[in-house]
C-alpha cells in the first residue's frame, strides 16, 4: 500500500478563538479530521482571544462546543489527541505589542504558521500591523481570510490592501465554504472526466440552467449585520457566483490553482451587466413576512428581534444571468437564494434542450427535456432524469420520467462525506490555494454585484413581500415566466 504523503506539520492560529464561527465551524471541523487521522501529528492548533483564558480553560470550551454543534458523541480517545494539541493565548488584537506573545508557541523552523482570520474584517488590519511588527511570520506562512471581504468593490479593495501589506498573495486563502462541499468539487469530474457531459455541455444542448440556494433560517440574531447587507451581498456575490462559475467555465489546463483561477475569471469578465435599464427585467428582490415553516408560525422579517420597522433590506433574491461568451450565447443562467423558504436545499438543475419531433405522443404531448440535477444540500448527489418504455406487453409503446440517482452517502459508504470547512482548513494547512478564491476573482464578482446593487438603488422601489415558508415573491416566477420556464419545486 502506498504511504500518505506527508505534509509539513502547521501552527494553527486561530483569531477569535471563542467567537461563534470558531466554535461552531473551525474547531467541530478540525475534530473531525483528527478523527479521521488526516492532521499531521506535530500540528498545534493556537486559540487567541481578547478573554483571559488558561490552556485547560480554552480545551474545555472547545470540549464543550463539540457537545453542542457536533451532533455525535465524542470520542475520548480522539479528544485526547485532538486537547493535546491545543493551547491559549490572551490578545487584544486592536494592540499590536501584544502580538510578540505569540513567540511563546510559535516554532519557526518545525511548522508552517496558519494564520486563520475568525474575526470582522474590521480587525485584519490590526492582526496584520500586530503579525508583521511581532516577526513570527516567515515566507512559509499563510492567513486564511472569511467573508465577507467588503461590502463593495472599493471596500473590498481597501481589504485586500491591507492583507498585501503584510502577505503576499500565493500565501493569502480566501475561504467560501461552498468550494469544499464534495458536489462543487464533483462538478470538475462531471463536467471534464465524462464525455456524455464535456461534448453537450454548451448552447446546442442546454436549455437554460437554475441555481437554487434556499435557507430555512431568518436573520437568527444577525440582524444588524445583515439589515447592512442583504441577502444579494450576502450569499449571492459569494456562494452563487462560485457555483455559477464551476458549472459556466472552460476546461482549465490542469488541476493546478492558477489555471483554474484564470477560467473562473473569465466567466466573471462574460457576465451581461445588469443595470438601471435591465433590472427590472432581469432582478427581483423579496423580503419574507409572517407565515408558517413546517407547521410553526415565524415572525417575518420586520418582526424579528431588534428589527428596524422602516428596512427596505432583501431577503431574497432571484436573477436572470447572461453569460456573453460562445458557450453560452442564448442561455439564461436563473438564481435565487432567500430566507425562511419552504425547506433548506442547494441544488443545480441543467434543462437539457426539447427534441424537436415527439413521436410518443400517446405518453406527452410534448417530450419533457431531460435534466441533470445535482443536490449539495441537505442530501448530496446527482440525478439524471430521463424517459424510459413503461414495463409490459400493451400494444402501444407508452413512456414515462425515470431517475438514475447518484447519491453520494449510498454510492460511497465507505468513504467520509464532509462538510465544506473541513476540507478547505485541511488544504489550507496543507498549502493548496486550488479551492480558495483569487483577489481578482473577488474584485471581478464585486463590480459585477455594484452595478445591481446600484440599479436598485436608482430604482428605489420596496422588496416584494412573501410569506415565510413559501418559495419567494410571486414575481420570481414572473421572472421564468416570461420566457416560458418555470422553477424546479
Not at 493556537?46 to 464543550?64: C, K, M, S, Y
Not at 516577526?135 to 481589504?159: F, N, Q, Y
Not at 448527489?381 to 447518484?406: A, C, F, R, S, Y
Request: glycine share 6%.
Amino acid at each position: 500500500m502506498k504511504d500518505k504523503k506527508a505534509y509539513k506539520p502547521c501552527d494553527l492560529v486561530i483569531f477569535g478563538a471563542l467567537g461563534d464561527l470558531s466554535r461552531r465551524k473551525l474547531l467541530i471541523s478540525l475534530y473531525r479530521l483528527e478523527k479521521s487521522s488526516l492532521l499531521e501529528p506535530d500540528t498545534r492548533i493556537i486559540g487567541v482571544d481578547r478573554h483571559a483564558e488558561t490552556n485547560p480553560g480554552f480545551a474545555q470550551i472547545t470540549h464543550t462546543s463539540l457537545q453542542e454543534f457536533l451532533n455525535k458523541e465524542i470520542d475520548d480517545s480522539v479528544w485526547k489527541r485532538f486537547s493535546a494539541r491545543l493551547s491559549y493565548i490572551k490578545i487584544d488584537l486592536t494592540q499590536p505589542d501584544q502580538y510578540e506573545q505569540l513567540h511563546k508557541v510559535i516554532d519557526q523552523k518545525s511548522r508552517v504558521m496558519v494564520n486563520y482570520f475568525a474575526v470582522s474584517p474590521v480587525l485584519f488590519k490590526s492582526i496584520c500591523q500586530g503579525l508583521a511588527k511581532s516577526g513570527v511570520l516567515t515566507e512559509e506562512s499563510r492567513m486564511v481570510m472569511e467573508k465577507p471581504i467588503g461590502h463593495d468593490l472599493a471596500s473590498s479593495k481597501e481589504i485586500n490592501d491591507e492583507v498585501a501589506r503584510v502577505f503576499n498573495e500565493k500565501q493569502v486563502y480566501r475561504i467560501d465554504h461552498y468550494l469544499g462541499k464534495e458536489t462543487v468539487l464533483n462538478l470538475l469530474a462531471l463536467r471534464f472526466a465524462n464525455s456524455i457531459f464535456t461534448t453537450n455541455w454548451n448552447h446546442t444542448a442546454i436549455d437554460h440552467i437554475q441555481i437554487t440556494v434556499a435557507e430555512e433560517i431568518g436573520i437568527e440574531g444577525r440582524w444588524e449585520y445583515f439589515d447592512k447587507t442583504g441577502q444579494l451581498r450576502d450569499m449571492l456575490q459569494n456562494h452563487l457566483l462560485q457555483i455559477l462559475t464551476f458549472i459556466a467555465m472552460e476546461p482549465p489546463v490542469n488541476l493546478e490553482a492558477r489555471s483554474i483561477h484564470m477560467e473562473k475569471i473569465k466567466v466573471l469578465e462574460a457576465l451581461r451587466p445588469i443595470t438601471i435599464n435591465n433590472a427590472h427585467e432581469k432582478t427581483v428582490r423579496g423580503q419574507y413576512t409572517a407565515g408558517y415553516l413546517k407547521g410553526k408560525a415565524v415572525p417575518g422579517y420586520l418582526e424579528e428581534e431588534g428589527a428596524n420597522k422602516e428596512s427596505s433590506t432583501e431577503s431574497f433574491v432571484a436573477l436572470r444571468v447572461d453569460i456573453d461568451n460562445w458557450r453560452w450565447a442564448d442561455v439564461p443562467f436563473y438564481l435565487r437564494t432567500g430566507k425562511r423558504m419552504h425547506n433548506k436545499r442547494t441544488e443545480i438543475v441543467v434543462y437539457f434542450k426539447q427534441l424537436p419531433h415527439n413521436i410518443f405522443k400517446d405518453s406527452y404531448r410534448d417530450l419533457p427535456p431531460n435534466r441533470l440535477i445535482i443536490h449539495l444540500q441537505p442530501n448530496e448527489g446527482v440525478e439524471i432524469e430521463m424517459l424510459n418504455k413503461i414495463p409490459g406487453i400493451d400494444e402501444h409503446l407508452k413512456i414515462q420520467k425515470t431517475k438514475l440517482d447518484l447519491s453520494f452517502s449510498e454510492a460511497f459508504k465507505k468513504n467520509s462525506i464532509f462538510g465544506g470547512y473541513e476540507k478547505l482548513i485541511l488544504e489550507a494547512l496543507r498549502g493548496n490555494p486550488t479551492l480558495f478564491l483569487s483577489r481578482e476573482e473577488v474584485e471581478q464578482a464585486w463590480t459585477w454585484i455594484d452595478s445591481i446593487q446600484a440599479a436598485w438603488a436608482h430604482i428605489n422601489e420596496a422588496p416584494k413581500p412573501y410569506a415565510a415558508g413559501s418559495w419567494g415573491p410571486v414575481a420570481s416566477i414572473a421572472l421564468l415566466a416570461r420566457d416560458g420556464r418555470t422553477w424546479e419545486e
